[in-house]
C-alpha cells in the first residue's frame, strides 16, 4: 500500500522531489531512468531492518541512501538495496559502451559488507532480471572478513583500476567479481571494458549473453547500524 502511494507520487512529480523513504521488501522508487529498491531477498537467514530513501536526481544521476542493521547467519548475504537502471535487454556484443559514475560513502566502516555493482547477462533475452546465465560483480568496497564467491583467477587492470578478479558458481549462474583493493569511493568508468575482459581473457560469450540489468548497490552481511550514501549514481547504455 505505502509502495502504492511513493510511486504516485513519484510519477505525479516533475523536477526536484523530496525525500522518499521506503522501509519494505523489495519497495520500490522509480526516479527517471533510476528505479531504487529496498531489496531484502535474504533476509531470513538473519534478524534486523533496512530502509532506503531517495534523496533526488535526474536522468544525469541519482542520489539515495540505505540504513541497515543485521545480525545473525554471519557469512549469508542479508540484502542488496540498490540503484538500477531500467533497460531494454541488449546483446552485449552489440553494446559499445556502459559508461557509469558512482559517488559514495560508509558512515560506519565497522561493518561485514560489501559496496558493488551487480550485473546479470542471460542467452534467453526473456530471462527473469534476479538472476542470469553469468554474474559480472564489480565491488568498489569491502568491509570485515567478506569475500566473493569463488576463488581469485586473476589480477587486471580494468576500466583504470586494478582488480584481484575471482570466479565461482551462483547455483547455475558463472559469477565474475573484481575486487578493489582499497575503496574506491568516486569511480567513473565504462562498463563495457570490463565485459571486453571476460570476453578475451575468460571466453565469455558476448555475442550470446544479453544484458539484462545494470545494479549498484551494498551487500550487508552483519553490522550496523550503518548508512550507505550515494551522493550520484548514473549508468546509460549505448
Ligand atoms: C552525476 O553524474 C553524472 C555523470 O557524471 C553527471 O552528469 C551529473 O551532473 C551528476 N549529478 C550530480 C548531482 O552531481
Given amino acids: 500500500m505505502k509502495t502504492t502511494q511513493i510511486l504516485s507520487v513519484a510519477a505525479a512529480m516533475a523536477g526536484p522531489i523530496a525525500a522518499q523513504e521506503i522501509c519494505e521488501q523489495y519497495g520500490t522508487i522509480t526516479q527517471g531512468p533510476y528505479i531504487i529498491n529496498n531489496n531484502m531477498w535474504g533476509m531470513d537467514s538473519g ?3 533496512q530502509c532506503t530513501t531517495l534523496d533526488g536526481g535526474s536522468d544525469a544521476g541519482v542520489a539515495w541512501h540505505t540504513t541497515w542493521t543485521w545480525s545473525g547467519g554471519e557469512n549469508s548475504v542479508k540484502t542488496y538495496p540498490n540503484s538500477g537502471l531500467v533497460l531494454e535487454p541488449k546483446l552485449v556484443s552489440d553494446i559499445t559502451s556502459i559508461p557509469s559514475t558512482a559517488e559514495w560513502s560508509y558512515d560506519n566502516t565497522d561493518i561485514r559488507a560489501d559496496v558493488a555493482y551487480d550485473l546479470f547477462t542471460a542467452a534467453d533475452i526473456n530471462h527473469v532480471t534476479y538472476s542470469g546465465d553469468y554474474e559480472l560483480m564489480i ?17 587486471a587492470e580494468v576500466g ?20 578493489a583493493a582499497e575503496p574506491v569511493t568516486s569511480f567513473d568508468t565504462d562498463i563495457k571494458e570490463f565485459f571486453t575482459y571476460l570476453t578475451e581473457k575468460q571466453s565469455y560469450p558476448a555475442d550470446q549473453q544479453y544484458l539484462l540489468t545494470v545494479q549498484f548497490g551494498t551487500e550487508p552481511f552483519t553490522g550496523g547500524e550503518a548508512t550507505l550514501t550515494v551522493k550520484n549514481w548514473s549508468a546509460s547504455v549505448a
Fill in 47 to 49: 534478524t534486523g531492518s
Fill in 139 to 155: 565491488w568498489l568496497g569491502q568491509y570485515g572478513e567478506v569475500g566473493p564467491i569463488g576463488s581469485v583467477i586473476d589480477s
Fill in 160 to 179: 583504470g583500476q586494478t582488480w584481484d578478479i575471482y570466479n565461482g558458481p551462483n547455483g547455475d549462474m558463472n559469477v565474475y567479481s573484481f575486487v
